[in-house]
């Protein structure tokens, strides 16, 4: 995931769960906010309770790496925050249920040759 990509500042996150409703899916809980920027934005949260730091940080390179396989529609701001129930799937899972949800959020470009 690009560093222009990556939403850090904690306004940015408080502002967008304060602001918006969830969409909740398995393991992930999502906040979707439309915005006028040119680009997009991931933040991820991975709490305390996935583990130690290794384990987090683990969740958080798979993610990143799951959201790099696709392309995405400009203009809006988007946070992930991981549940615990994230620890008993493996990448498969994750991959599938993330790719699910952000399907059903419409924001992944549809390209013609997936289609078939």
Same mark, same amino acid.
Request: some cysteine; overall charge positive; glycine content about 4%.
């Given at each position: 995931?690009?560093k222009?990509?990556?939403l850090k500042n904690s306004?940015?996150f408080?502002?967008?769960?304060?602001?918006?409703?969830?969409? =909740?899916?398995?393991?992930?809980? @999502?906040?979707i906010e439309? *915005?006028t920027?040119d680009?997009?934005?991931?933040g +991820?949260? &991975? #709490?305390?309770?996935?583990?130690?730091?290794v384990?987090?940080?683990?969740? =958080?390179r798979?993610?990143?790496? @799951?959201i790099d396989?696709k *392309?995405?529609q400009?203009n809006?701001?988007c946070? +992930?925050i &991981? #549940?615990k129930?994230?620890n008993?799937?493996?990448?498969?899972?994750r991959?599938?249920?993330?790719l699910?949800a952000?399907?059903?959020?419409?924001i992944?470009k549809e390209?013609?040759n997936?289609?078939?």
């Amino acid at each position: 995931m690009k560093k222009i990509n990556i939403l850090k500042n904690s306004r940015d996150f408080d502002r967008i769960i304060k602001k918006f409703k969830p969409y =909740k899916y398995k393991d992930y809980i @999502i906040y979707i906010e439309r *915005d006028t920027n040119d680009i997009y934005h991931f933040g +991820i949260s &991975v #709490g305390k309770k996935i583990g130690n730091a290794v384990n987090r940080n683990k969740v =958080k390179r798979q993610l990143k790496s @799951i959201i790099d396989e696709k *392309d995405y529609q400009n203009n809006f701001n988007c946070i +992930i925050i &991981v #549940g615990k129930g994230i620890n008993e799937k493996n990448f498969e899972e994750r991959k599938n249920n993330l790719l699910f949800a952000l399907k059903n959020l419409n924001i992944i470009k549809e390209n013609i040759n997936e289609k078939k």
